[in-house]
Protein backbone atom coordinates (compact mmCIF):
# COMPACT_ATOMS: atom_id res chain seq x y z
CA UNK A 1 0.00 0.00 0.00
CA UNK A 2 1.17 3.27 -0.59
CA UNK A 3 1.00 6.06 2.01
CA UNK A 4 -0.24 9.37 0.86
CA UNK A 5 2.13 12.54 0.66
CA UNK A 6 1.84 15.29 2.69
CA UNK A 7 2.09 17.73 -0.60
CA UNK A 8 0.78 17.50 -4.04
CA UNK A 9 -1.83 15.27 -5.80
CA UNK A 10 -2.14 11.63 -5.10
CA UNK A 11 0.01 9.78 -7.18
CA UNK A 12 -2.19 7.84 -10.58
CA UNK A 13 -4.10 11.17 -11.01
CA UNK A 14 -3.42 13.85 -12.92
CA UNK A 15 -6.23 16.25 -11.08
CA UNK A 16 -8.88 15.77 -13.53
CA UNK A 17 -10.59 13.11 -11.72
CA UNK A 18 -11.78 15.61 -9.07
CA UNK A 19 -15.80 15.13 -10.97
CA UNK A 20 -16.04 11.44 -9.91
CA UNK A 21 -14.38 11.87 -6.33
CA UNK A 22 -17.19 11.19 -3.84
CA UNK A 23 -18.06 14.15 -1.32
CA UNK A 24 -18.98 13.42 2.36
CA UNK A 25 -22.45 14.11 3.15
CA UNK A 26 -22.60 17.26 5.62
CA UNK A 27 -24.72 15.84 7.82
CA UNK A 28 -21.81 13.43 8.92
CA UNK A 29 -19.92 16.70 9.37
CA UNK A 30 -22.77 17.73 12.06
CA UNK A 31 -22.74 14.30 13.58
CA UNK A 32 -18.69 14.99 14.60
CA UNK A 33 -19.46 18.42 15.34
CA UNK A 34 -22.43 17.71 17.72
CA UNK A 35 -20.05 14.94 19.26
CA UNK A 36 -17.49 17.27 20.14
CA UNK A 37 -19.70 19.82 21.74
CA UNK A 38 -21.34 16.97 23.26
CA UNK A 39 -18.02 15.95 24.72
CA UNK A 40 -17.97 19.13 26.28
CA UNK A 41 -21.43 19.69 27.46
CA UNK A 42 -21.03 16.32 29.27
CA UNK A 43 -17.19 17.21 30.66
CA UNK A 44 -19.29 20.55 32.23
CA UNK A 45 -22.40 18.91 33.52
CA UNK A 46 -19.31 16.24 35.47
CA UNK A 47 -17.98 19.30 36.76
CA UNK A 48 -20.84 20.59 38.19
CA UNK A 49 -21.81 17.30 40.02
CA UNK A 50 -18.59 16.88 41.38
CA UNK A 51 -19.16 20.13 42.90
CA UNK A 52 -22.62 19.02 44.14
CA UNK A 53 -21.13 16.40 45.93
CA UNK A 54 -18.58 18.23 47.44
CA UNK A 55 -21.47 20.05 48.62
CA UNK A 56 -23.85 17.53 49.86
CA UNK A 57 -20.20 15.90 51.54
CA UNK A 58 -19.62 19.19 53.16
CA UNK A 59 -23.35 19.67 54.79
CA UNK A 60 -23.89 16.24 55.95
CA UNK A 61 -20.00 16.52 57.73
CA UNK A 62 -21.63 19.09 59.58
CA UNK A 63 -23.91 17.20 61.20
CA UNK A 64 -26.83 18.28 59.09
CA UNK A 65 -29.49 15.20 58.30
CA UNK A 66 -28.75 14.08 54.16
CA UNK A 67 -30.75 15.85 51.60
CA UNK A 68 -32.67 12.66 49.89
CA UNK A 69 -33.53 15.07 47.01
CA UNK A 70 -29.84 16.07 46.56
CA UNK A 71 -28.34 12.88 46.92
CA UNK A 72 -30.83 11.23 44.42
CA UNK A 73 -30.51 14.14 42.08
CA UNK A 74 -26.46 13.52 42.45
CA UNK A 75 -27.09 9.52 41.69
CA UNK A 76 -29.23 10.12 38.17
CA UNK A 77 -26.82 13.05 37.04
CA UNK A 78 -23.90 10.49 37.32
CA UNK A 79 -25.66 7.60 35.87
CA UNK A 80 -26.87 9.56 33.07
CA UNK A 81 -23.57 11.17 32.67
CA UNK A 82 -22.14 7.35 31.77
CA UNK A 83 -24.93 6.42 30.02
CA UNK A 84 -24.40 9.65 27.49
CA UNK A 85 -21.14 9.25 27.05
CA UNK A 86 -21.34 5.84 25.84
CA UNK A 87 -24.41 6.81 23.76
CA UNK A 88 -21.90 9.58 22.17
CA UNK A 89 -18.94 7.15 22.06
CA UNK A 90 -20.70 4.91 20.10
CA UNK A 91 -23.86 6.95 18.37
CA UNK A 92 -26.66 5.30 19.65
CA UNK A 93 -29.98 7.75 19.86
CA UNK A 94 -31.94 5.40 22.41
CA UNK A 95 -29.03 6.06 25.07
CA UNK A 96 -28.68 9.66 24.07
CA UNK A 97 -32.28 9.47 24.44
CA UNK A 98 -32.09 8.19 28.11
CA UNK A 99 -29.43 10.61 28.81
CA UNK A 100 -31.85 13.42 27.77
CA UNK A 101 -34.35 12.77 29.87
CA UNK A 102 -32.62 11.08 32.89
CA UNK A 103 -29.99 14.58 33.29
CA UNK A 104 -32.90 16.63 32.70
CA UNK A 105 -35.07 15.01 35.69
CA UNK A 106 -31.65 15.10 37.46
CA UNK A 107 -31.57 19.33 37.01
CA UNK A 108 -35.45 19.32 37.87
CA UNK A 109 -34.47 17.73 41.32
CA UNK A 110 -31.83 19.87 41.92
CA UNK A 111 -33.46 23.18 41.38
CA UNK A 112 -36.53 21.27 43.84
CA UNK A 113 -33.53 21.02 46.18
CA UNK A 114 -32.32 24.72 46.11
CA UNK A 115 -35.94 25.96 46.02
CA UNK A 116 -36.49 23.69 49.16
CA UNK A 117 -33.93 25.62 51.03
CA UNK A 118 -35.46 28.74 50.53
CA UNK A 119 -32.36 30.23 51.71
CA UNK A 120 -31.25 31.39 48.69
CA UNK A 121 -33.77 34.49 49.22
CA UNK A 122 -33.19 35.32 52.64
CA UNK A 123 -29.34 35.45 51.72
CA UNK A 124 -29.59 37.56 48.66
CA UNK A 125 -31.60 40.35 50.17
CA UNK A 126 -28.78 40.81 52.62
CA UNK A 127 -25.64 41.37 51.82
CA UNK A 128 -24.21 41.00 55.04
CA UNK A 129 -24.95 37.58 55.38
CA UNK A 130 -23.24 36.25 52.13
CA UNK A 131 -20.46 35.05 53.86
CA UNK A 132 -22.31 32.79 56.70
CA UNK A 133 -23.76 31.13 53.48
CA UNK A 134 -21.24 30.87 50.68
CA UNK A 135 -22.25 27.28 50.46
CA UNK A 136 -25.82 27.60 49.83
CA UNK A 137 -25.39 30.61 47.33
CA UNK A 138 -22.37 28.35 45.57
CA UNK A 139 -24.76 25.14 45.23
CA UNK A 140 -27.75 28.18 43.76
CA UNK A 141 -25.16 29.49 41.24
CA UNK A 142 -24.21 25.01 40.28
CA UNK A 143 -27.89 24.82 39.97
CA UNK A 144 -28.41 27.99 37.76
CA UNK A 145 -25.04 26.97 35.60
CA UNK A 146 -26.64 23.06 35.39
CA UNK A 147 -29.84 24.19 34.26
CA UNK A 148 -28.16 26.72 31.35
CA UNK A 149 -26.13 23.95 30.58
CA UNK A 150 -29.02 21.49 30.40
CA UNK A 151 -30.42 23.55 27.99
CA UNK A 152 -27.53 23.49 25.41
CA UNK A 153 -27.37 19.91 26.14
CA UNK A 154 -31.10 19.01 25.09
CA UNK A 155 -30.50 21.18 21.76
CA UNK A 156 -27.12 19.76 20.52
CA UNK A 157 -28.94 15.72 21.51
CA UNK A 158 -32.22 16.49 19.59
CA UNK A 159 -29.73 17.92 16.36
CA UNK A 160 -27.35 15.32 17.16
CA UNK A 161 -29.96 12.73 16.79
CA UNK A 162 -31.87 13.97 14.49
CA UNK A 163 -28.32 14.11 12.29
CA UNK A 164 -27.35 10.77 12.40
CA UNK A 165 -30.51 9.70 11.62
CA UNK A 166 -30.54 8.05 7.96
CA UNK A 167 -31.98 11.10 5.18
CA UNK A 168 -36.15 10.24 4.48
CA UNK A 169 -36.38 9.22 0.87
CA UNK A 170 -38.78 11.48 -1.37
CA UNK A 171 -41.26 9.38 -2.86
Given at each position: ?????????????????????????????????????????????????????????????????????????????????????????????????????????????????????????Q??????????????????A??A??????????S????????????????
Open positions: MQQRRSAGRPTGTDGSDFNYRMVVDSRYQKVADGKSRLYALILTQAVLQLIGILYTCLSTSKGEVPNVIAISSIAISLISLILGDLGRRRSRATLLKFYMVASSIGVVLSIACVAKGNVSLVLQTPSRWEIHKFELLEARTVGFLVQIFTVTITSLISNMSPPKRTS
